[in-house]
């Protein structure tokens, strides 16, 4: 109990958010069982506020809000966690790759690099989703290859300052070859901040998502928070609910694992844990 | 008790060398020649300038040999080091391992030049990834060059070895990650690994200068004690010039990416020639209380291989510089045709 409580006021923000992350999993786990209707079912009682019988009340299809955002919370894991690895494989392989070897092949990938971050990811993704149509899986491989550059900046510093090190050169003296190196000692040496980043990066997946959904672009097969909102947007006026709750969806997620990253980072980097002890 | 042992072990290690030293007479195999070494360097924000930590180096190296380099910090030893390895690429000139040329070694077989020349770093504290354990440090060496056909076989090399060098219990020592080590364990692993490929020789660059005081002289016992037993030769680098005496057979000199006097290790610290050595000699008081100098004043900025002066590479900070030795250079030269190689044409006068 004591070590709980040490925990906490420790690293408030990281138990925090894992917490709220936590009770997100399982209401995405057990979504099924804790939603009062089916998602998709249609029924007479349409544009019906807050009551016992819907406690968020009913769209104008007379769908359930809160199962709805129930099954939301499916999409926007599945999304925001699938794509935030998608982006954090690609970073950290290109990353560690212009790090690690420099030179020319540094030259190259830098370049590769400050390409896609001039491009407006978010322009992008609208192209992309135009040219090829819209589903779960392409939105979120759309979402991953737009988002990497961020970790990529930060894997090739940590393989810049890791290649000095004592052991590379030791590795190197003793016959491993470059790859080897870089997976066995580059790459799980320098991944922590990738790790932080990541978690901030499903935050911003989640986000991008239901940008897509809100301007119609998401899957329109699937229930997702942006679609709701998007859905309600007609109706602000006369049935407030139906976005409000969607939004409250959205920002608790997001709050989640903004906390999640921030606290891992306060772990991982002693200058900050320092300056937000004091 | 501890300075009685090391006194005795002083002794020994005097008889072992000039016993080594007729053996190597007899082999007389040259496994390393070094000619006209250069390496420079951009330097990063200033690229225009050229840092020459390498300038021109020459030696050879026997089998079972052990060559000391001495000099001050930021005259290039550790450079020579890399260079001599092949972990960084000579700018100029030609080292041949086994009468071979190190680029095309690394070209033809990448593996093979490493079996050939090892290293051992100078922070044992930072030799190894701390999340592997030292058994598979070790171990995975050894796959890496296909010594030992089973991974049962491996093991038992690996626990043979690190018994021998006394680091028991060796199932214990196996099974522990680098930072849970003492300084002097990890650099006897360190050591025990480049010594696992049975090298030609070894580049040892100041491998005691973080450790302990305490634990100084066990580790470069031991490196010499598994050199000699599997006849490699080293290049042991230091700015220690008691221990490089006690391990060395001879010592060359370096100062700004050149050697300025090389012979056997008691000529070149007993009665040096070149006054940068006399310099160096004097002003380290721990080198042999018998043999006590007059320190010689050395006047000057110390030496910075961007900006090395015209003629010889001493001469602006030299007592008996002349206008000649400003101007023109000198070359490494057997003055009294001993094997004693001086850079001074004063070299003789001032004796
Ligand atoms: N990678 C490098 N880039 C630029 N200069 C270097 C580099 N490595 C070494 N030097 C320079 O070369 C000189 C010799 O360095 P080093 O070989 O480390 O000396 P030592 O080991 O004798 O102290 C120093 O002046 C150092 O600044
Ligand atoms: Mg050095």
Redesign the interface.
Known sequence: MKKVKHLIHRYPRLIFGLCMAFVLVIVAVLAPLLSPYNPYDLSDDMMVGPSAAHWFGTDKLGRDILSMILYGSRTSLIIGISSAMIAAVIGTIIGAIAGYLGGKADLILGEIINIFMMIPSFFLILIIVALFGSGLFKVMIVIGLTSWTGNAKIMRGQALSLRS???V?????????RMKILI??II??GIFPIVSNTTMGIASAILMESSLAFLGLGDPNTVSWGQLIANGKAYLTSGWWISFFGGIAIIYTVVAFFFIGDGLNVILNPKIRNVTNV | MKADKMQSFAQDMAAEQIEKAQEIRKSDKTILQVTSLKKHYRQKNKRNVLVRSLDGVNFELKKGECLGIIGESGCGKSTLGRVL?G?EEATAGEILIDWEDINDLKKKN??EL??KA??V???PF????N??RIGDILTS?LK??DIGKTSKTRKQIVLDSLKQVGLLPEEDFFKRYPNELSGGQLQRI?IL??ML?KPEFIVADEPVSMLDVSVRAEVIHMLRRMAEQENTAVVFISHDIATTRYIADRIAVMYLGKIMEMGTANEVITSPMHPYTKALISNCGDADPRHKMEPLKVKGEPPSPMNIPEGCSFSDRCPYATDRCRSEEQTLHDFKEDGHLVRCRFALQHN
């Open positions: 090190r004592t052991f050169k030791a590795s190197e003296a003793v016959g491993e070859n066995k000692h799980p040496n | 390895i972990l990448r593996k490493r079996r090892q290293m770093f100078q922070n930072d030799t190894f990834d999340r592997i060496t890496l060059h360190s690994r480049s490929l």
